[in-house]
């Protein structure tokens, strides 16, 4: 099994920044993927960006594009997610997820750390 815990969220003004971490532990080896998703009251949860471990490539939603960086430091088994110039659409629980080697989907998912944007 994987835990996953984010935490740096938080209540904002349009325009700053903020950055989400997320740490694992538990069968750690066994992740190739991390990803970030987001829930917006009364939305579905949809996909933010994601980064394989191994090579650290990347891949990014259309809307933050440009805005958002997912970064990965495997040392400290941690996933980042610089947000810069937040709007009030980004408002939204962050969640952080885990894709295993082999398994088509993710499978381990955080409890979710919100961010509030706003105007």
């Known amino acids: 099994q994987v835990q996953l815990v984010e935490s740096g969220g938080g209540s904002v003004q349009a325009g700053v920044s903020l950055r989400l971490s997320c740490v694992a532990s538990g069968r750690t080896f066994s992740v190739e993927t991390m990803g970030w998703f987001r829930q917006a009251p009364g939305k579905e949860r949809e996909f933010v960006a994601s980064?394989?471990?191994?090579?650290?490539?990347?891949d990014y939603q259309d809307f933050v594009k440009g805005r958002f960086t997912i970064s990965r430091d495997n040392a400290k088994n941690t996933v980042y997610l610089q947000m810069n110039s937040l709007k009030p659409e980004d408002t939204a629980v962050y969640y952080c997820?885990?894709?295993?080697?082999?398994?088509?989907?993710?499978?381990?998912w955080g409890q979710g750390t919100q961010v509030t944007v706003t105007s």
């Open positions: 997820a885990a894709r295993r080697r082999y398994y088509a989907s993710y499978d381990a």
């Open positions: 980064i394989w471990l191994d090579s650290g490539s990347t």
